[in-house]
């Protein structure tokens, strides 16, 4: 029977706060119980306690990254919004996402190269939904017309998902290529989309 986490408690907030940028840097594996206990200032037994162990911690931490995410994409759903503005809210959504957790894409690509047991699990469905609301959005622009009845929505998936991805994954090395801007996670991920969408609408604006 899964372990309910008591995510209200300050103790588990504490402890699921601090270990996820250390799994985020030295993956799973590298990072000991003792040192997840040291990060968070806590007892060592209370990782136990509260999460039954390291890897239902990692797993509970994993949950929690693509709730948000479910979430963004439950709320852009709630919104009367054509689906060429779903994308761009989605993506602007995105990037306040990962300003706010920065190690989220750490974690997601670390299981992607390195998996663990969350996988197949956690991380996978999570990645399939994400998947699955862009495909919705791009098909339902095929079908109202704005986007080209040429373009296969599983393709164009895929390269909206890597532009949207690309600049968490390398912005150390990417903002030494962008102008000069306050906010170069918001100013490439606006103008990556909207090439995006200049390439696949029928009148593009």
Known sequence: MKKEIMTDK????????????????????????????????????????????????????????????DNIIGSIRNEENC???KIRRFSQKFVKLHKSYPYNHRLIYGEIINSTNCYESIVKPGILRHHDFLTECIQEGINNGQIRSDVKPDCANVLLGSLLHFYFMTNHLADEFLETKKDKAEYYIAEAVEMFLRGVLNNPV
Request: charged content about 20%; overall charge negative.
């Open 10 to 69: 300050p103790a588990v907030h504490k402890i699921m706060t601090s270990a996820a940028p250390l799994f985020a840097q030295k993956g799973f594996a590298a990072v000991s119980v003792k040192e997840l206990a040291e990060a968070a200032e806590v007892n060592i037994a209370l990782i136990s306690y509260y999460f039954g162990g390291k890897e239902k911690l990692y797993a509970a931490i994993l949950d929690a990254q693509f709730d948000l995410i």
């Open 83 to 85: 689906p060429i503005e």
